[in-house]
């Protein structure tokens, strides 16, 4: 991993830090950084929210947002943690949040990363007054999460926006399963064992699975999943990213940005379909029930799994089924890649390859180092966004218009194709 920033002090500031990713993601995992000495001197963490609370009730809330973590709850390193968090009241439309934030900050602006923890509609307002408030600078840098848009032209909105602003190496777009264990596995077993490439292409393979199955169905994120559907959730990111480093092509991993150039330019051989086409590659179904879920639509369309066969246009994979499947209320949790080779023998590799104590923490530990410590290879690029939702938007819409019929699933059973 490059080191290039973290030995300087740097001062994290979360735009919603009341919320539900800085007390299930962001804290529990910058606590293991601490834990494990690999916060550089001089870190802090500002948090910035709506909410009427002192700093003192800041730093309560983020222990009791501890008390889901025993091993934290229990630790002695806590309290020390916690004089690490400040706190700036304020809403994102008001320039006083910007000018007490700045305060906040004076003395302490080295290396500044501001974590966007709020959803996409409030981006516009918060940089608009970071600078205005004359918040940005050249040693700033920005965490956002996926989605980047929910479609090709949402995402290019998005991207005209951060890039106003911002340069390209400023921006850490966070898709967390580029941060996956197995993902790291994947990439190392490629690009180390050079001498596998001779048969990694469509002269020795026949084609590739990659599936994303839970266990779980929509719970009560019904709301949220209506305003997506399982190929915009997981698909068009996380899947396409698993393709992205089944196929893509370079010799080795010299910079971050290498990394990324790569993956975009796998992306963009997919071959487009027009929606009508779709029906050929794409199938889509709903789990039965779903509709009685909290926020869901009595007659909502939405799919809760999806398979879609991809083929990439040049290069050595050209021509080779490549399936990608996801979906809840499926039989067994499972996510995995499976390469088929035209002799018969088909490899596996499990893309979460141990069971984690805590959910997502293993994996935001790694996105948070690796943007303090500038190494951009596990977040995405710009191009690599744009080129999936290149490749997605056709099939989005020929849900949306039918063109591909919703069949319906018993909850924790594979979908039948005439379900
Ligand atoms: N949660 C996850 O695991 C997760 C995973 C991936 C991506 N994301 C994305 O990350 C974003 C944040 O998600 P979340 O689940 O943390 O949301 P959330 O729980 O709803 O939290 C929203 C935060 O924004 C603050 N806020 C809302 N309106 C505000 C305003 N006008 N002025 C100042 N503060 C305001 C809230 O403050 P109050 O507490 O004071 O209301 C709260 O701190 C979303 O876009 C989501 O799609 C989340």
New binding site residues.
């Given amino acids: 991993m490059a080191n290039r920033y973290s030995k300087d002090p740097i001062s994290l500031v979360v735009?919603?830090?009341?919320?539900?990713?800085?007390a299930?993601?962001i804290f529990p995992s910058l606590f293991y950084l601490y834990k494990e000495k690999k916060l550089p001197d001089g870190f802090r963490v500002i948090g910035?929210?709506?909410?009427d609370i002192s700093e003192e009730g800041f730093r309560e809330k983020i222990r009791e947002a501890a008390d889901k973590f025993d091993e934290i709850a229990k630790d002695k390193r806590l309290s020390g943690f916690l004089k690490l968090f400040y706190f700036v009241k304020?809403?994102?439309?008001d320039r006083y949040t910007y000018e007490d934030l700045k305060r906040v900050l004076e003395g302490h602006d080295h290396k500044i990363f501001f974590y966007l923890?709020?959803?996409?509609k409030?981006y516009k307002t918060v940089l608009e007054n970071m600078k205005k408030g004359g918040l940005i600078h050249r040693n700033i840098f920005l965490l956002v999460?996926?989605?980047i848009g929910l479609d090709l032209k949402g995402a290019r909105e998005v991207e005209k926006l951060l890039s106003k602003y911002f340069k390209e190496e400023q921006i850490y777009r966070v898709d967390h399963y580029l941060a996956k264990s197995g993902m790291d596995a994947l990439f190392h077993f490629r690009f180390k064992k050079k001498y596998l490439e001779k048969i990694w292409s469509r002269e020795f393979i026949s084609g590739i699975e990659l599936r994303l199955w839970e266990e779980k169905d929509v719970g009560t994120r019904g709301e949220f999943y209506e305003s997506v559907g399982a190929l915009r959730d997981v698909g068009q990111n996380h899947l396409l990213t698993m393709l992205a480093y089944a196929t893509m092509d370079f010799r080795s991993r010299t910079s971050g940005e290498v990394v990324r150039k790569a993956r975009a330019k796998l992306l963009r051989t997919l071959k487009i379909y027009n929606p009508r086409q779709t029906r050929h590659f794409a199938y889509r179904a709903q789990y039965k029930g779903y509709r009685k879920a909290k926020g869901v639509k009595r007659d909502s369309q939405i799919e809760t799994f999806f398979r879609v066969l991809a083929f990439l246009g040049s290069g050595n994979f050209k021509g080779v089924p490549i399936s990608i499947e996801a979906g809840k209320a499926m039989p067994e949790n499972k996510k995995e890649m499976i390469v088929k080779f035209k002799d018969g023998i088909n490899i596996i590799f499990p893309i979460e390859t141990h069971s984690v104590k805590y959910q997502y923490v293993e994996e935001y530990k790694k996105i948070l180092a690796s943007a303090f410590a500038g190494d951009d290879s596990i977040f995405l690029g710009r191009n690599e966004v744009l080129a999936a939702w290149k490749f997605i938007d056709p099939i989005v819409l020929a849900f949306r218009k039918n063109l591909i019929p919703l069949r319906f699933y018993e909850p924790n059973t594979y979908p039948k194709a005439s379900g």
């Fill in positions: 735009f919603g830090a009341t919320g539900d990713l800085m299930r993601k910035v929210s709506r909410r304020g809403y994102f439309g923890a709020v959803t996409p409030f999460e996926k989605p």
